[in-house]
DNA sequence: ATGGTTGCTTAGCAA
């Protein structure tokens, strides 16, 4: 089974390279981030045309979820369904063959110590309690998207330019490792150790051209499904060229 | 350098 994850910053404006990146890469399901649109514009017609479902949860201008998938998603939730107060489409959950499949884009934080900051914080605290009230860390679980964290300073090119930022703040590394202690792993790191590659590079000051990149795009599983991953990448390449997302795609395999 | 680029929406916000 092949899984990719993308922040697309627009699925229509990125629905060409959308569907060139399905046929690609074939992989079986794709979690996006930043749809930046509604349901009712959601261009179902054209990835149906590439073979795939696609559940989503949208919102205007803003934020936008989806998953994905060449087999029929069952079991679809959207939002955290926790009564809070939270009108942003950050998250959306479906079974699909067999694995829970979660896409979430986790807020970016605005400034340390900001309104938006304090929402990120308590975002990850929100979706900590959704997997302990709603999963069990023995299932199949992949927990994908733009964490807007970079966990490690090995996953960032220039640290020191980025330290203290929300992207890499103690705090919101913290709240994502707290995340993560419930019971999953980064299957990227466990296949590429070393680190020093990235999967965002700000449209601004030349990010990509000088490789000022970070890797904040995760695909998180639990132990029965990390052990069974047996490649995963980011298609830097799809960062090239004209009219790119500012995120690259991450792509993990597991043998199932 | 509180900068810069992109997208949505059409002046200002979010990233």
Request: proline share 4%; with cysteine.
């Amino acid at each position: 089974m092949k899984i990719a994850t993308w922040n697309v910053n627009s699925v229509r404006s990125r629905l060409e390279r959308l569907i060139a990146f399905l046929g690609r890469h074939d992989p079986d399901i794709v979690c996006l981030q930043e749809l930046k649109t509604t349901e009712e514009n959601f261009p179902f017609d054209e990835i149906k045309a590439a073979g795939y479902h696609s559940a989503i949860f949208g919102q205007k201008t803003y934020n936008g979820v989806a998953i994905l998938s060449k087999s029929e998603p069952s079991d679809v939730s959207r939002s955290m369904t926790d009564g809070a107060e939270d009108p942003q489409a950050r998250l959306i959950s479906a079974d699909v063959a067999g694995v829970r499949i979660i896409s979430g884009y986790f807020p970016n934080g605005g400034t340390v110590g900001s309104d938006k900051w304090e929402y990120k914080l308590d975002w990850m605290k929100r979706l900590g309690a959704y997997l302990e009230k709603h999963h069990k860390k023995s299932e199949a679980l992949l927990l994908c998207g733009d964490t807007n964290i970079a966990l490690d300073d090995k996953d960032v090119a220039n640290p020191e330019s980025w330290a203290e930022t929300v992207l890499c703040h103690p705090e919101g590394r913290a709240a994502l490792n707290d995340v993560i202690a419930w019971g999953l792993h980064d299957v990227f790191r466990e296949k590429n150790p070393d680190g020093g590659l990235y999967s965002w590079w700000d449209y601004r000051m030349l990010g990509f051209p000088k490789n000022d990149g970070l890797r904040i795009d995760h695909i998180l599983a639990t132990s029965s499904l990390a052990k069974k991953c047996t490649a995963a990448v980011i298609d830097r390449d799809e960062r090239k060229g004209s009219k790119p997302s500012d995120h690259a795609p991450v792509i993990a395999e597991f043998s199932l």
